[in-house]
């Protein structure tokens, strides 16, 4: 038994040497301050480790049992430094700490000198003040480290908590050895303290240089909120810039990073988190001639970065990480994960950059719509009303010839006075201006409207028929604007039916829904075209359409006046085989009877 008590003791004293020599080569290989003050507790705590040994080969000396308690002192007033690092303690309280040490390096050395033959009382005593100075010194760390901790990301977390987990363990066994007295100096006890502050050796270590594996198990808690942020930079964010600024701060989050931040490819800060100008124009300094990114070690006033590229389409940028005083370490793992994060970062700009583009591209379109269509209006008007003089005959006979061109220089004008009216309406759309004026009405009657003012504009090659139900079609709706509707879905039928043939237009109203089916035999359109129909300046280029006069926005403005109304445009088609449009509108609540309609169902179809 005294052999296992004495090799548990050697085991424990070698597992704190260890501990202080490695924080002392972190110390060594960064030179952070924080590295500094843990490392002098550290490597004081190792020397009350070694020393104990010693004494029982060499004999009790004062000269060691003074220095042992003068390292154990300074090992807990350091880790009061090393809090003090990163969360600053008053100057009241620092110098209030220095006075503890030094009178309890004082009374220590009493108790191995002057006071060495004392009563066992009195020894007491002093070793309780010993440990009470230890403990106050390394306590409210502990405390602090833990509180501070909650905020933090989970590495981080992890780190601190380790760190107060190791030292409030020292404390308890130093407390139960002091209270426990006799009862805990059996060898059996010894042997069992001896382990359990062996085991906290690894402990502490791992809370200032976690393996790879560890930092990633730490890390699984926050995985799926790092996958819905990525989510969120890659389709969401609406601009550049609040991407950049939530990149940042879950890159500061993902690695446990003091700060973050992104720079463009002229290094313009462009969003930062937890760091300021300067650091990052002396971390991209560096940078300059290493486009690639890397880790950059630790430099004064600063813990080590890590500086990844984001290959922009105007040229390589960078985000980077800076390391906290208490986390103040990166290794190829951070600097791997980094950069897998960095690709979904770069995703994210290029498509937020492609957004804005759009969106600027869509704003230009409207003031042009604006201008144009208002700039249009005016000349419009004047030639509208010379061809209504020439058709009332205000400007004198005209001959045969002249005769024959006025109807169809009329519909020219209706045909270009209409488009201009889609120009205004559009823009107001975009604009949020266009307001509705709903009225209860007959449908059949505008439906009839439409396909009248529509004849004018076919040729002998095409017809018109009209099917309509005996019954009135009662809709709250804008007339007009669905006449516009209606008449541009007319309109469209005859363009693409370049052959000719008949346009057939059908109301139907069952099941609550009004529907305006306008049916012709033209090129037909192909699916993988569909969605395209409906956008703003949208038209299917094939050989069959190329020649034929456009803008794209009747079925744009014609869909969003539909859904204005709380009904829908759908289409039925396939190429070759002609297409089907249908306005669907919600009836009125009753259907009221009525009479036969002046053109019913039995409407034969008509020749233009």
Same mark, same amino acid.
């Given at each position: 038994m005294i052999l296992a008590e004495r090799l548990a003791q050697d085991l424990t004293a070698l597992g704190f040497v260890l501990l202080g020599a490695a924080t002392f080569m972190e110390w060594y290989r960064h030179r952070g301050r924080a590295q500094a003050m843990l490392a002098l507790s550290l490597v004081s705590l190792a020397v009350v480790a070694a020393l104990g040994p010693l004494q029982t080969l060499i004999g009790q000396s004062s000269a060691l049992g003074i220095v042992t308690i003068v390292a154990f002192e300074i090992s807990g007033y350091f880790v009061l430094r090393f809090r003090d690092a990163f969360l600053p303690l008053s100057r009241r309280?620092?110098?209030?700490?220095?006075?503890?040490?030094?009178?309890?390096?004082?009374?220590?050395?009493?108790?191995?000198?002057?006071l060495a033959n004392a009563d066992r009382t009195v020894i007491a005593v002093?070793?309780?003040?010993?440990?009470?100075?230890?403990?106050?010194?390394?306590?409210?760390?502990?405390?602090?480290f833990w509180l501070a901790s909650r905020d933090l990301p989970s590495v981080q977390k992890a780190r601190m908590r380790?760190?107060?987990?190791?030292?409030?363990?020292?404390?308890?066994?130093?407390? #139960?050895?002091?209270?426990?007295?006799?009862a805990l100096q059996s060898p059996l006890a010894i042997i069992i303290t001896q382990l359990i502050a062996l085991a906290i050796v690894p402990v502490i270590y791992v809370?200032?240089?976690?393996?790879?594996?560890?930092?990633?198990?730490?890390?699984?808690?926050?995985?799926?909120?790092?996958?819905?942020?990525?989510?969120?930079?890659l389709i969401f964010s609406p601009t550049r810039q609040e991407l950049a600024e939530k990149a940042a701060g879950?890159?500061?989050?993902?690695?446990?990073?003091?700060?973050?931040?992104?720079?463009?490819?002229?290094?313009?800060?462009?969003?930062?988190?937890?760091?300021?100008?300067?650091?990052?124009?002396?971390?991209?300094?560096?940078?300059?001639?290493?486009?690639?990114?890397?880790?950059?070690?630790?430099?004064?006033?600063?813990?080590?970065?890590?500086?990844?590229?984001?290959?922009?389409?105007?040229?390589?940028?960078?985000?980077?990480?800076t390391a906290g005083t208490c986390a103040p370490l990166f290794g190829s793992d951070e600097v791997n994960q980094l950069q897998g994060y960095a690709s979904a970062v770069t995703a994210g700009l290029e498509r937020a950059k492609v957004t804005e583009r759009m969106a600027a591209i869509e704003k230009n379109k409207t003031q042009f719509l604006n201008l144009a269509s208002h700039e249009l209006r005016g000349p419009m008007t004047v030639v509208r009303g010379y061809v209504s003089m020439l058709e009332g005959g205000l400007l004198g006979d005209l001959n045969e010839r002249g005769l024959k061109a006025v109807p169809v220089i009329s519909a020219k004008v209706m045909e270009m006075n209409a488009l201009i009216e889609q120009m205004i309406e559009a823009a107001r759309l975009e604009d949020g201006a266009l307001m509705l004026r709903p009225a209860e009405i007959d449908l059949r009657d505008v439906v009839s409207?439409?396909?009248?003012?529509?004849?004018?504009? #076919?040729?002998?090659?095409?017809?018109?028929?009209?099917?309509?139900?005996?019954?009135?079609?009662?809709?709250?709706?804008?007339?007009?604007?669905?006449?516009?509707? #209606?008449?541009?879905?007319?309109?469209?039928?005859?363009?693409?039916?370049?052959?000719?043939?008949?346009?057939?237009?059908?109301?139907?109203?069952?099941?609550?829904?009004?529907?305006?089916?306008?049916?012709?035999?033209?090129?037909?359109?192909?699916?993988?075209?569909?969605?395209?129909?409906?956008?703003?300046?949208g038209r299917v280029s094939t050989p069959n359409t190329n020649h034929l006069p456009g803008t794209g926005l009747g079925l744009y403005l014609g869909r969003q006046l539909a859904r204005l109304h709380g009904g829908e445009i759908t289409?039925?088609?396939?190429?070759?085989?002609?297409?089907?449009?249908?306005?669907?509108?919600?009836?009125?609540?009753?259907?009221?009877?009525?009479?036969?309609h002046p053109k019913s169902a039995e409407t034969a179809s008509t020749s233009a």
């Open positions: 309280a620092r110098w209030a700490a220095t006075a503890l040490l030094v009178v309890s390096c004082v009374v220590g050395a009493a108790a191995v000198t002057v002093v070793g309780l003040e010993l440990i009470l100075a230890w403990s106050i010194f390394t306590g409210e760390p502990i405390v602090r380790a760190l107060s987990f190791g030292f409030a363990v020292l404390i308890a066994i130093l407390v #139960v050895d002091v209270l426990g007295g006799s809370s200032l240089a976690p393996p790879g594996m560890l930092r990633r198990i730490w890390r699984m808690g926050e995985e799926a909120e790092l996958r819905s942020a990525i989510q969120d930079l879950w890159a500061r989050r993902l690695l446990g990073a003091q700060g973050a931040f992104i720079v463009d490819s002229q290094g313009t800060l462009v969003a930062g988190a937890g760091i300021n100008r300067g650091e990052v124009d002396e971390i991209m300094s560096v940078r300059k001639t290493q486009r690639d990114g890397g880790l950059e070690q630790t430099r004064p006033g600063r813990g080590a970065a890590i500086v990844v590229s984001l290959p922009l389409t105007e040229g390589t940028g960078f985000l980077g990480v409207e439409a396909v009248e003012a529509a004849r004018p504009l #076919v040729d002998d090659r095409h017809e018109i028929s009209l099917r309509i139900p005996e019954r009135p079609v009662q809709v709250r709706v804008d007339a007009e604007r669905v006449r516009t509707i #209606v008449s541009n879905l007319i309109s469209n039928a005859i363009k693409y039916s370049p052959s000719g043939g008949t346009i057939e237009c059908e109301l139907t109203a069952r099941a609550g829904i009004a529907r305006v089916a306008v049916k012709d035999s033209g090129v037909g359109i192909a699916k993988e075209d569909l969605p395209i129909l409906f956008t703003r300046f289409v039925e088609s396939a190429p070759g085989r002609g297409s089907t449009f249908t306005l669907h509108l919600p009836l009125q609540a009753a259907q009221a009877p009525g009479s036969r």
